[in-house]
């Protein structure tokens, strides 16, 4: 009877640095299923109409794509940095930095808003009659496939961005610290995800024409 | 004992050399492919991609520190994606 009831007793502190990191990245393989499948899409695709892709990458703009680029890899480092500044004890630069990398992803997701924009005022969206009318069928699908993973992409992003903001809360209350970053160096493993997925979205489709 | 394995503290600085090199690295994608190489450009994007990737898992991500055991699971699910991508373009390739 006794030991049924110990059964039953809740364990508040389950705190766990290594399942956590493991839980992370059994998640993150999802995502990578979820990504790789989409980046095999695009290969077959492209290998299929390889003229069609090669005209239809050069409506992106480079610049935005490399300015989108470079300060996603900024915000990937300032946000590893967080972690080092919590393991340290720094909670103040912690959050700093938190904020930061914030501020980048927000950054990030205005311009994916000014670059869609452009391309939604040249009547360019899925299953608009521009597309319909005057596209190959190459062309369709590489703005279909553009659409909608850098749309994912910037889904992951706003997530990523409502994770921080809970580790933010974390790091402030003084819950997640030097001795229990789990929740922090996990964000920063998803944040990462998101810059890794981006490093291979750049090249294939703003680069490759 | 395993505390100090749980609480390796990566230096600021590492991240900086990290960032440069990603930066660096992403500048040489785009000069490269705005270069004329046919039907490499699409190889050298994805070489210099890889490069950055690795570069974010074993730094970013914390590989370089992590047991053995971590580094082969995502090793493992690398590999398997390789394949699939390589067992796709076989059946392409080869489609009479």
Request: with cysteine.
């Amino acid at each position: 009877m006794a030991e049924h009831q110990h059964a039953h007793i809740e364990h508040p502190d389950m705190y766990d640095p290594e399942s956590s990191k493991i839980g992370m990245w059994l998640f993150i393989f999802t995502e990578l299923l979820l990504f790789g499948g989409l980046f095999i899409v695009y290969s077959v695709y492209r290998y299929l109409n390889a003229d069609a892709f090669h005209l239809a990458a050069e409506e992106l703009n480079t610049f935005i794509g490399a300015f989108n680029t470079v300060i996603l890899l900024v915000s990937s480092m300032t946000i590893a940095m967080s972690t080092t500044a919590l393991q340290k004890g720094h909670k103040k630069v912690a959050i700093a930095l938190l904020v930061i990398t914030f501020l980048i992803g927000i950054g990030f997701l205005v311009n994916k808003y000014i670059e869609w924009g452009v391309k939604f005022s040249h009547g360019i969206w899925p299953g608009s009659e521009q597309m319909l009318n005057e596209m190959s069928q190459g062309e369709i699908l590489f703005f279909g496939l553009y659409f909608v993973m850098t749309g994912l992409h910037a889904l992951h992003i706003i997530v990523g961005l409502i994770i921080m903001g809970f580790a933010m809360r974390g790091v402030a209350n003084g819950k997640v610290n030097a001795k229990r970053p789990s929740l922090l160096d996990n964000c920063g493993l998803y944040w990462h995800l998101v810059d890794l997925i981006w490093i291979f979205l750049f090249p294939l489709f703003y680069l490759i024409h | 004992m395993s505390e100090d394995k749980h609480h390796h503290i990566v230096p600021y600085r590492l991240y900086v050399i990290v960032l440069v090199a990603l930066l660096a690295l992403t500048f040489a994608s785009i000069g490269i492919t705005s270069i004329e190489l046919g039907e490499y450009t699409v190889a050298a994007a994805l070489l210099f991609a890889v490069i950055k990737s690795v570069l974010v898992l074993t730094y970013f991500m914390h590989l370089k520190y992590d047991k053995p055991y971590i580094k082969l699971m995502v090793a493992f699910v690398f590999a398997i994606f390789v394949v699939v991508i390589v067992i796709t373009f076989l059946d392409y390739l080869y489609r009479v």
